[in-house]
Nanobody
Framework: QVQLVESGGGSVQAGGSLRLSCAASGITSATCMGWFRQSPGKESEAVALLASTGDTTYADSVKGRFTISKDDARNTLYLVMNSLKPEDTAIYYC???????????????????WGQGTQVTVSS
């Protein structure tokens, strides 16, 4: 059984940093994992994806500010978020799919496994 458990959300002022963690269990090595975010009134957005091949994908809105990585020994996915902006405020979800490549145009329905979400709030 696949489980994804996020942690690390919180409140920060604009320009600050946060690191999200996603502890994964029951996932094979051939996966695409990443982070989606959802804020009120907006569509769910794929923020960053990491394929088991090592390829990464970032939303244009976070390029240069966010970094996705994975510690295979701990089976934990990370998202380091720097230079945070109020528009980054959202619930962030850890996601996974049992395929070693990530979709070119990711959408929520393409990911079978979701964590419970962690709130990130950035104040101006």
């Amino acid at each position: 059984q696949v489980q994804l458990v996020e942690s690390g959300g919180g409140s920060v002022q604009a320009g600050g940093s946060l690191r999200l963690s996603c502890a994964a269990s029951g996932i094979t090595s051939a996966t695409c994992m990443g982070w989606f975010r959802q804020s009120p009134g907006k569509e769910s957005e794929a923020v960053a994806l990491l394929a088991s091949t090592g390829d990464t994908t970032y939303a244009d809105s976070v390029k240069g500010r966010f970094t996705i990585s994975k510690d295979d020994a701990r089976n934990t996915l990370y998202l380091v978020m720097n230079s945070l902006k109020p528009e980054d405020t959202a619930i962030y979800y850890c996601v996974a799919r049992a395929f070693n490549r990530c979709p070119y145009t990711p959408a929520p329905h393409m990911f079978s496994y979701w964590g419970q979400g962690t709130q990130v709030t950035v104040s101006s």
